[in-house]
Nanobody
Framework: QVQLVESGGDLVQAGGSLRLSCAASGIIFSLNGMGWYRQAPGKQRELVAS???????NYADSVKGRFTISRDNGKNTVFLQMSSLKPEDTAVYYCAARWNPLTGSYVYWGQGTQVTVSS
């Protein structure tokens, strides 16, 4: 059974930083691409950042230069370091695993962690 457990969400002031973690189990973590998505109230879920099994990273334009995705294959964990946070970064952040190129989506999803940025 695949499980993705996010942690690190919190209430933070604008300009602050947070680090999200996603611990994966039930998959061979090192062989899987991982992603972070977010969904704000009334908006569609959007890709924030992704990292392939080989370590290639991709970011949404809105977070480039502020967010960094990384992975620790020894700990089966993917991280999202968020800096210079803005109120518009407020959302539920979801971890995703195993990119499926046939469907253009990830196969497994976590339950999400709330990030709230106050102005």
């Amino acid at each position: 059974q695949v499980q993705l457990v996010e942690s690190g969400g919190d209430l933070v002031q604008a300009g602050g930083s947070l680090r999200l973690s996603c611990a994966a189990s039930g998959i061979i973590f090192s062989l899987n691409g991982m992603g972070w998505y977010r969904q704000a109230p009334g908006k569609q879920r959007e890709l924030v950042a992704s990292i392939t099994s080989g370590g290639s990273m991709n970011y949404a334009d809105s977070v480039k230069g502020r967010f960094t995705i990384s992975r620790d294959n020894g700990k089966n964990t993917v991280f999202l370091q968020m800096s210079s946070l803005k109120p518009e970064d407020t959302a539920v952040y979801y971890c995703a695993a195993r990119w499926n190129p046939l469907t253009g989506s990830y196969v497994y999803w976590g339950q999400g962690t709330q990030v709230t940025v106050s102005s």
